[in-house]
């Protein structure tokens, strides 16, 4: 008998995969829900390392055929108010605009909550990607609510944009206006003749400032001043309005205009970025802020701390776990790829890498006891040993080195030979094993690799955290094993959850379909 083929294996019985992966590896396919919700959470619709953007949208119409129109709703709503995605949200419902009127109502509001999220929506509907190019009475109904329901000031902060721009939205919807500064605005966006005494006063004040620069800044969009000629005077105004976005966005802008040499304005600056509740208002994403650390090396140094604080603050909700904990990170070639995917012309700087550091680096801070193994092909035992007492940004930037192969069983496996003991093992990866694909498994090498930790481990728990779009993983789910997708810190909040006992098969799905529309 072949020894190779027939060895016994340790642990509990691994089903058979069911599926390959994008490398053509062994692996198990997700659930529709799960899949749908997997693409809602980590898909930006842009070319990725695995999948071109119309892979991405076929995939999601397809799915959105396998399911339910509750659990599309409850999708758009987790994708858009707990991942803080803007491209599948929008789609999602205006998939539910043409199927699922009743369910759309309820969705519209909570998904669209800014100008981005209209215009993602309303450029969506005239793509026909949905089956439809109009716009149905019940779409109409709810753009003019939300033209409704946003003060004038609001309106002049969402006129910033294109395809389709403001005056696009307001032809192809037709908000009635309710009062005569509204009527005067709609005009003023369609570049027609309109009463400037009738404008909001903060139109009114854009057009005289834009004849007088010396006079107050009005408290209009960045993008509507950076084409006026200004003085650092000026740029120093426009830094102290800033809102916490724009300053994390700006600050090379407020650098290069000299506002950084007033002490003043970088105390100020430094001030805002690490304020908890502008923080938590400006619904960052962590990587955002290693964006902002990272090209702000040459920035006063008070500014430099303030932005590694805002980092701790907006990793403050990462669970303290009881028990050993592992985090395995992906350091392997794809994982080199953008994180949101490759866009013409703004293709983001930050890797799948640089998040499952931060997230690793993040995991690290609250548990120190916590050993984190990078893996690409095999482990890297270079990057083995990290200082907990370092800061999240410093831990990151050590393990963001991407290259070789993937080989996601090799963290388990170092462990088994080592006879480990743990709680909870954490993998952050884009799950695309193919280097132990040839290990002659019923299932994937890491789920045998799994079965033997937990034959030892008998409590211990499995999270795969997966920052990209596909529709396999290498770790069937169970009530052990929680397969979540996503990039912002709410992925943090499932594995507390999780690693706290609430434990179910599909816990994830659960998650979502637990929100109340």
């Known amino acids: 008998m072949n ?23 062994p692996a198990y396919g997700f659930s529709p829900k799960h899949n749908l919700a997997q693409f809602a959470a980590t898909g930006c619709l842009n070319h990725t390392f695995y999948a071109t953007d119309i892979d991405q949208l076929t995939t999601v119409l397809g799915l959105c055929k396998k399911v339910d129109s509750e659990f599309i709703a409850k999708v758009a709503v987790y994708a858009r108010t707990k991942n803080f995605m803007k491209d599948m949200p929008a789609l999602l419902t205006a998939i539910l605009a043409a199927e699922h009127p009743e369910l759309f109502k ?50 002049v902060w969402a006129s910033v944009g294109n395809d389709p721009s403001m005056a696009d939205m307001i032809k192809m919807s037709h908000p009635k206006p309710s009062t005569k500064s509204r009527e005067a605005l709609y005009g003023y966006f369609l570049g027609k003749e309109v009463n400037v005494e009738a404008l909001p006063e903060l139109v009114r004040a854009y057009e005289v400032f834009k004849k007088d620069t010396t006079l107050p800044v009005p408290n209009v969009p960045f993008q509507m001043l950076t084409s006026l000629n200004l003085n650092t005077d000026t740029w120093t105004e426009i830094a102290k309005n800033a809102p916490w976005h724009m300053t994390r966005m700006n600050l090379n802008t407020f650098k290069r205009h000299g506002v950084l040499e007033n002490p003043d304005m970088v ?43 805002a980092m701790e603050i907006a990793i403050n909700n990462v669970p303290a776990i009881e028990g050993k904990v592992y985090v395995c990170l992906d350091v392997s070639g794809s994982m080199s790829a953008p994180v949101t995917g490759y866009r013409a012309g703004s293709t983001s700087e930050v890797q799948c890498v640089d998040v499952a550091a931060l997230v690793a680096a993040a995991v690290l801070r609250k548990n120190p006891r916590a050993e984190v193994i990078p893996f690409n092909q095999e482990v890297v035992t270079s990057l083995l040993h990290l200082n907990t007492r370092d800061s999240v940004m410093t831990n990151a930037q050590k393990l963001a080195s991407a290259g070789g192969g993937t080989n996601i069983s090799a963290p388990i496996k170092m462990l088994n030979d080592k006879n480990a003991k743990g709680d909870l093992v954490i993998f952050i990866s884009d799950n695309e094993s193919w280097v132990d694909a040839d290990i002659p498994y019923r299932g994937t090498a890491m789920m045998e690799e799994w079965s033997e930790f937990q034959s030892r481990n008998p409590q211990a728990k499995l999270v795969c955290i997966d920052l990209t779009p596909n529709s396999s993983t290498q770790a069937l789910d169970r009530n052990d094993i929680l397969n979540v997708g996503g990039f912002s810190d709410e992925v943090f909040n499932v594995l507390a959850a999780f690693s706290a006992g609430n434990s179910a098969s599909e816990h994830w799905v659960k998650e979502i379909e637990s929100i109340d529309l």
Do not use: C
């Open 3 to 25: 020894k190779k083929l027939f060895k016994s294996t340790v642990g509990k019985h691994v089903p058979a995969t069911n599926t390959v992966n994008s490398e053509g590896a």
């Open 267 to 309: 105390k100020m600056i430094a001030s805002r970025l690490k304020n908890p509740e502008l923080i938590a208002k400006a619904k960052v994403f962590p990587y955002q802020l290693m964006t902002a650390y990272k090209f702000a090396q040459d920035m006063p140094f008070e500014i430099t701390e303030a932005l590694q604080d």
């Open 106 to 155: 309820k969705v519209f509001p909570k998904v669209v909550d800014n100008g981005k999220m209209l215009r993602n929506f309303m450029q969506t509907i005239r793509s026909g990607v949905v089956g439809r190019k109009s716009f149905g009475s019940s779409s109409k109904k709810q753009i003019r609510k939300w033209f409704d329901r946003n003060t004038d000031e609001n309106l």
